[in-house]
């Protein structure tokens, strides 16, 4: 059975930082890409950071490059997502996605995570 399991949210305040992690399981977590996507209320959901599954490669949205890290440790089928200074707009409920196996050209499975809050407030 597939899952995802993401955990790390919670409040924190401005300019703080929180490290969120994501469990795998189910899947061969080193052939598939993770990303981290993030909704806010009433907006919609939005990527934050990707990484491939091969060779590691980062993708980051303009709003947290610089602020936010995401990396993978493939033996722990895990994916992280280091955030620093934040702000009041990083306030969403995080997700995690893996999409994949990288090698199947078409028809790639996408399983998403149940989400984490993370709320920054003073």
């Known amino acids: 059975q597939v899952q995802l399991a993401e955990s790390g949210g919670g409040l924190v305040q401005p300019g703080g930082s929180l490290r969120l992690s994501c469990a795998a399981s189910?899947?061969?977590?080193?052939?598939?890409?993770m990303t981290w996507y993030r909704q806010a209320p009433g907006k919609e959901r939005e990527l934050v950071a990707s990484?491939?599954?091969?060779?590691?490669?980062?993708n980051y949205a303009d709003s947290v490059r610089r602020r936010f890290t995401i990396s993978r440790d493939n033996a722990k089928k895990t994916v992280y997502l280091q955030m620093h200074r934040l702000n009041p707009e990083d306030t969403a409920v995080y997700y995690c996605?893996?999409?994949?196996?990288?090698?199947?050209?078409?028809?790639?499975?996408?399983?998403w995570g149940q989400g984490t809050q993370v709320t920054v407030s003073s």
């Open positions: 990484i491939t599954s091969v060779g590691g490669s980062t």
């Open positions: 189910g899947f061969t977590f080193s052939d598939y890409a």
């Open positions: 996605n893996a999409k994949g196996p990288f090698w199947l050209a078409r028809g790639q499975y996408d399983y």
